[in-house]
């Protein structure tokens, strides 16, 4: 009877660590200011259907004297993927199909990184709405779920106003 009870205590600790390594998002939500603007952003390390890393940036900016902008930036691992900066990034949203618009600067040409103007995609979306990324990449295309907290963690970003002017 003891052994039964060592077993069964020893399946679920496992099945506790494998939901917790499987199932976790390492995200954070932080504010920056500087003297030209005010950003606010959601940091995210997700991992695509091929389980390669990905850091995933969702931020608001709010420049002096220009409208805010909501981009997504996508950093993958160098030497592992490249972006095709050529098409837009798609997103998967309950039977739609949508898309963010490349915005990578010139100025920053990184393979492995791409940035993604991703206010024209919200204002087609509910707050409850599941989330797939497309990501469009030199070897073929890799999908990448949004975990339920990140995209409503991105709806507490889009909808943040900053108190007071920079």
Same mark, same amino acid.
């Not at 990448?144 to 963690?153: H, N, R, S, V, Y």
């Given at each position: 009877m003891e052994n039964l009870a060592r077993l069964w205590k020893?399946?679920?600790l496992a099945m506790l660590i494998w939901v917790i390594s499987t199932h976790s998002v390492l995200a954070s939500v932080h504010t920056y200011s500087d003297a030209n603007s005010i950003l606010y952003?959601?940091?995210?390390?997700?991992?695509?259907?091929?389980?390669?890393?990905?850091?995933?940036?969702?931020?608001?900016?709010?420049?002096?004297?220009?409208?805010?902008?909501?981009?997504?930036? $996508?950093?993958?691992?160098?030497?592992?993927?490249?972006?095709?900066?050529?098409?837009? =990034? +798609?997103?998967?949203?309950?039977r739609s199909l949508l898309s963010a618009k490349d915005?990578?600067?010139q100025d920053f040409p990184i393979a492995h990184v791409g940035e993604y103007d991703f206010k024209p995609v919200l204002n087609q979306l509910d707050t409850d709405t599941k989330l797939t990324l497309i990501l469009h $990449?030199?070897?073929?295309?890799?999908r990448?779920?949004?975990?339920?907290?990140?995209? =409503? +963690?991105w709806w507490r970003v889009a909808s943040w106003q900053p108190d007071r002017a920079p």
């Open positions: 020893s399946c679920v952003r959601s940091l995210s390390k997700l991992q695509d259907e091929r389980d390669r890393a990905w850091q995933v940036v969702f931020y608001k900016r709010f420049p002096i004297g220009q409208p805010d902008a909501i981009h997504l930036r $996508l950093v993958g691992f160098p030497g592992l993927v490249t972006l095709n900066h050529d098409q837009t =990034l +798609e997103v998967e949203a309950n915005v990578t600067s $990449l030199s070897t073929g295309d890799t990448l779920k949004i975990p339920e907290e990140t995209a =409503l +963690e």
